[in-house]
């Protein structure tokens, strides 16, 4: 059976109909209004020979989508993007589609909303100073998007390949920001601190952290890969908290987590679902963390929000 005139949203189109605030607030409104990640269905991880297949299925009372993503690290060498993705949306009563989208320009607005709906709860009110290390789309979209919910007006960027690091600080000044290229000391004058990179290992020392340092960490959602120490993990949990999207799925794809916990210094019971962060049901005043891996229900949020303003 074929579905005729299925619409196809492009990567022009996504973020064109929904902003980087517009997607943290659709987030922000799905977790106030009951969302629960907790109940969300688990992404399927598929290793293949060049890399991974993604599946990740989602449910609201409003809507059913799935996101087949990939991830193939040798991309960037070739040209091409290393996380790549389709997005179906779906009716929610006969499960037929409604729509296809441009995956890969979904995760690139869902991933930094989700991190500013932490940022919008954890970091200090007039946090202006931002450090992001990585250079790449979620970097962009991290200053973006961070910029919307606190009063930044300092960027300073990290990365390992200092061309694409100066190519970032130029487009983050264009929009009207100060911007460097820094290193990993930076971080000793950031009020939020941002790891967007591919790295295996910690990207600098938490010792540098200043008290109440909001630390946002994206890059990877494999268990035997970190871009945090666990000195970290372990001073947040015991000053401001360690904030994640389900206890169960950062215990099972945050290597960030994980190993702290093996290292002795976390204990999972201290994890903070980010829903919980949002109702305000947990006081985060000091240092913190959000260690985010990406779940299915993120996408669909965003993704309904970009169909129902499409439709008008």
């Known amino acids: 059976m074929t579905t005729p005139h299925l619409p196809y949203l492009d990567a022009d189109t996504i973020p064109r109909l929904v902003s980087w605030g517009d997607a943290t607030d659709a987030l922000d409104d799905a977790l106030r ?28 009372a409003a809507a059913v989508g799935v996101k087949l993503g990939t991830v193939a ?41 989700v991190s500013a709906v932490a940022v919008r709860h954890l970091a200090a009110p007039d946090a202006r100073r931002l450090v992001v290390l990585g250079s790449g789309p979620q970097a962009w979209g991290h200053v973006q998007t961070l910029r919307a919910v606190r009063p930044v007006d300092s960027v300073t960027v990290v990365g390992r390949d200092r061309g694409r690091a100066e190519d970032l600080v130029d487009r983050v000044r264009e929009s009207g920001l100060d911007a460097t290229v820094g290193d990993p000391a930076a971080v000793a004058e950031a009020d939020i601190v941002v790891c967007a990179t591919t790295a295996g290992e910690p990207v600098f020392d938490s010792a540098l952290l200043k ?79 959000f260690k985010s891996v990406g779940m299915g229900w993120q996408d669909l949020v965003v993704a309904e929000a970009v169909h129902q303003r499409w439709r008008g």
């Not at 209004?33 to 609201?60: C, H």
């Not at 890969?104 to 909303?113: M, Q």
């Not at 999207?245 to 980010?274: C, F, H, K, N, Y």
């Open 211 to 289: 008290p109440g340092t909001c630390v946002v960490a994206v890059g990877s959602h494999d268990a035997d890969r970190r871009e945090l120490d666990s000195a970290l993990l372990g001073r947040a949990a015991a000053e401001g908290g360690v904030v994640v999207e389900t206890r169960e799925v950062a215990m099972r794809e945050a290597g960030d987590v994980a190993m702290a916990v093996e290292e002795g210094v976390l204990i999972p019971s201290q994890l903070i679902g980010i829903a919980s962060v949002v109702h305000r049901e947990t006081p985060v005043p000091g240092t913190s963390v």
């Open 33 to 60: 209004e009951g969302l629960d990640p907790a109940a969300a269905a688990d992404r399927s991880i598929i290793d293949v020979s060049n890399g991974q297949l993604l599946l990740m299925p989602a449910e609201t």
């Open 73 to 113: 690290p040798a991309n960037p060498e070739r040209g091409l993007p290393r996380i790549q993705a389709l997005y179906v949306l779906l009716d929610p009563v006969t499960l037929s589609p409604v729509a296809l989208m441009d995956g890969t320009a979904l995760t690139t607005l869902r991933t930094p909303a």
